[in-house]
C-alpha cells in the first residue's frame, strides 16, 4: 500500500478524524431543561463556589487539550498550525483508542513563547490537562515550563517526555538481554533537541552515568560553539571527559547508540567500532539513522526503531494514553518526574524477564496490557509524590 496515497484519500473522504458528540438525550423540552436552561444553572452555581467541582459536573475530567504551533510537526518541519491539524486529529484519535481520553486540537497562530502560554492558560479552565505536541526547540522547553509554573493541571510535552519514557523501557530490558549494567555502560545520543535531551535527562535520572550529546556538527563539548541555553544545561551533566570530534569518534567504544536526527548518519562501520553487544535505537523516521539490518551487521546485540515493519518499534503510543488515564484518574495537578520513571519501569515490565530476547524489549502498541499497567503505575507514583487531588 502507498500509505501517502491512500491518506490522503481517506482525508479527503473522512473530512476529519474526531467529531463532537452528545451523551444525553435532547428530545423534549424536559431533556432540553436539564441539559440547558433553566436547569444547568444549578450545576453553574455549584461550580461558582468551588471550582473543584468542575470536574465532577463537567467532562473536564477526561478531557486534554493537544496544543501546537506547527513548527516541529512528525519531521515535515515547520508547516504551520492549519498543516498540522491532521496530525493533531490524529494524536487525539490515539488518545482515545488507546486511553480513553477525550482530546480536542488546538493549533495557536504564533511561534511567540508568551502569546502560546498566555493562550493556553487562559483557556486551562476547561481541560484536565495539555499534551504540547510539535512545536520546536528549544521554544518548547520554555513553554511548558511556563505552562507548568502557571496552570494547575498537568502539561506534557510528548516529543520530550513520551520519547524518554518509552527509549528507557527498551533500554532498560535491552541492558537485561545483553548482561550490562546502566552504571557502566557509555551512551551516544545523536540529535540534541526536544526529544534526545529529554531523554538524556530521564536517563540520568535513571541512574545511568555516561552520556554524550551529539547534533549534526558532532560531540557537543566545551568547545562546541552556538549551543542554545538547554543544549548549554545539558554539557553541564554529559560528556565528562570532554570528548571532541565528530559522532563517529563518539560512538568508538561506545555500548549505546540512541538516534533522534536524520536517516543514514551511522554506518555500519561505525556500529562495528563499538563495544560488543552493542545497543542501537534508530529513531529517525521513517528512515533511520541505519537500518536494523545493517546494524546487526556491524554487530549490533539489540536493535530498535521507530517503524513498525522491523521488531522492536519505540513508539510513543505506548506512553501518552496511559500516562494521561493515569493522571487523570486520580486527577493529578502535574505529571512530575516520579510519575514518568513509574511509566517507563511499568512498560520494560510487562515483558516478564524469561520471554525477553534481542527482538521482544518492548511490548507492541496493540498489547493490551499497556494501557492498564502505565495508568496504574502513573496513578500510584502520582499518590506517592502528592500531587494527586483523590
Not at 481520553?101 to 504564533?110: E, G, I, Q, R
Not at 511548558?144 to 510535552?157: A, G, T, V, W
Not at 520530550?160 to 527509549?167: C, P, R
Request: with cysteine; net charge negative.
Amino acid at each position: 500500500m502507498n500509505y501517502a496515497e491512500e491518506s490522503l484519500k481517506k482525508h479527503y473522504e473522512w473530512r476529519g478524524k474526531i467529531r463532537v458528540e452528545t451523551d444525553i438525550p435532547v428530545k423534549t423540552a424536559e431533556d432540553l431543561s436539564l441539559a440547558y436552561t433553566p436547569g444547568v444553572a444549578a450545576p453553574c452555581l455549584e461550580i461558582q463556589k468551588d471550582e473543584s467541582r468542575s470536574y465532577e459536573l463537567t467532562r473536564r475530567w477526561n478531557l486534554c487539550a493537544v496544543v501546537t504551533d506547527g513548527s516541529a510537526v512528525l519531521g515535515l518541519g515547520d508547516i504551520g498550525p492549519e498543516a498540522g491539524m491532521p496530525v493533531m486529529e490524529g494524536k487525539c484519535v490515539l488518545f482515545k483508542s488507546f486511553g480513553d481520553v477525550d482530546a480536542f486540537p488546538l493549533c495557536v497562530k504564533s511561534k511567540d513563547v508568551d502569546e502560546i502560554v498566555n493562550t493556553v492558560r487562559l483557556i486551562s479552565g476547561s481541560f484536565g490537562g495539555v499534551n504540547l505536541e510539535d512545536i520546536a526547540a528549544p521554544r518548547c522547553f520554555e513553554i511548558e515550563r511556563k505552562l507548568k509554573e502557571c496552570c494547575d493541571i498537568p502539561i506534557f510535552h510528548d516529543d520530550q517526555h513520551g520519547t524518554a519514557i518509552v527509549v528507557l523501557s527498551g533500554l532498560i530490558n535491552a541492558l537485561k538481554v545483553v548482561g550490562k549494567k546502566k552504571e557502566e555502560v557509555r551512551v551516544v545520543v545523536n540529535g540534541a533537541g526536544s526529544a534526545g535531551i529529554a531523554v538524556s535527562k530521564l536517563l540520568l535520572a535513571y541512574g545511568f552515568k555516561n552520556l554524550i550529546l551529539c547534533d549534526r556538527y558532532g560531540i557537543m563539548s566545551s568547545a562546541y560553539e552556538g549551543l542554545n541555553w538547554a543544549q548549554q544545561e545539558m554539557l553541564a551533566v554529559t560528556n565528562r571527559e570532554d570528548k571532541k570530534g565528530t559522532l563517529a569518534d563518539a560512538l568508538a567504544g561506545a555500548d549505546i547508540f540512541l538516534g533522534f536526527s536524520r536517516p543514514e548518519m551511522v554506518s555500519i562501520d561505525m556500529v562495528k567500532s563499538m563495544n560488543r553487544d552493542a545497543i542501537v535505537f534508530a529513531c529517525a523516521n521513517p528512515t533511520p539513522e541505519i537500518f536494523p539490518e545493517d546494524a546487526k551487521r556491524g554487530g549490533a546485540r539489540v536493535v530498535a526503531t521507530g517503524r513498525s515493519d522491523y521488531p522492536n518499534q519505540i513508539n510513543n503510543v505506548l506512553v501518552f494514553p496511559g500516562v494521561f488515564r493515569g493522571a487523570f484518574d486520580v486527577r493529578a495537578r502535574d505529571i512530575n518526574e516520579e510519575m514518568k520513571m513509574a511509566a517507563a519501569i511499568a512498560i520494560a515490565g510487562i515483558i516478564p524477564e524469561e520471554e525477553l530476547d534481542a527482538e521482544h524489549i518492548i511490548p507492541k502498541p496493540f498489547d493490551p496490557r499497556v494501557r492498564e499497567a502505565v495508568a496504574v503505575a502513573v496513578a500510584e507514583a502520582a499518590r506517592e509524590s502528592g500531587v494527586a487531588r483523590i
